[in-house]
């Protein structure tokens, strides 16, 4: 079922079976960390089945070129996704959320900030996602549960790494912990 319209890695397939088998609530979806949300796991939930979606980053320059892309797609021209322009930390995270009207009930949460996703996932309550999308730090395994400290500020690209090997993130069995504890299952 997996298959690449808008994402990195085959996500847009993978979401739509499951939402195939789950069914769908509001068609509501959040992506933090989507850079121009262009490529990323909501786009093709946006442009190609109408669902509404919040698309967060910290860097306007993407964000601009995101409103350009939605402001052309025939789908997306006359409702597109809301945009914010702001650095994601655990303390504002919800109120992001919560400014933009999304709260409660939404049918899919993807995060991606290359660093302190565990941490924003943790600090969540403002919404209640269905289905969560996570990137996990494979260089530490699939067995041991590692995270990264919290920095406010983190930066992937400013960060020096290892062996050539990113040394940030949380790695899945973490993720797998924190997911039991939330009420979820890994799919």
Do not use: M
Not at 56 to 69: S, T
């Amino acid at each position: 079922v997996q298959f690449r319209a808008y994402s990195q890695s085959g996500e847009d397939g993978l979401l739509l079976f499951i939402f195939s088998v789950l069914g769908t609530t509001n068609k509501k979806c959040v992506e933090i960390c989507c850079g121009e949300g262009i490529e990323c796991n909501t786009a093709n939930l946006i442009v190609n089945h109408g669902w509404n979606g919040l698309l967060v980053d910290g860097d306007d320059v993407k964000l601009q070129r995101g409103r350009e892309f939605y402001g052309q797609c025939q789908g997306t021209r006359i409702w597109p996704p809301h945009f914010e322009r702001r650095w994601v930390t655990r303390e504002n995270v919800n109120d992001i959320l919560r400014d933009k009207n999304f709260s409660g009930v939404i049918d899919l949460l993807s995060l991606d900030l290359d660093g302190n996703d565990y941490w924003i996932w943790q600090a969540i309550d403002a919404i209640d996602p269905r289905v969560v999308i996570l990137e996990y730090q494979s260089a530490w395994g699939p067995d041991k549960r590692i995270t990264q400290r919290y920095q406010e500020d983190f930066n992937f690209f400013s960060t020096k790494v290892g062996l050539g090997l990113p040394r940030c993130g949380a790695s899945l069995a973490a993720f797998v912990k924190k997911k039991k504890k939330k009420g979820y299952r890994l799919v």
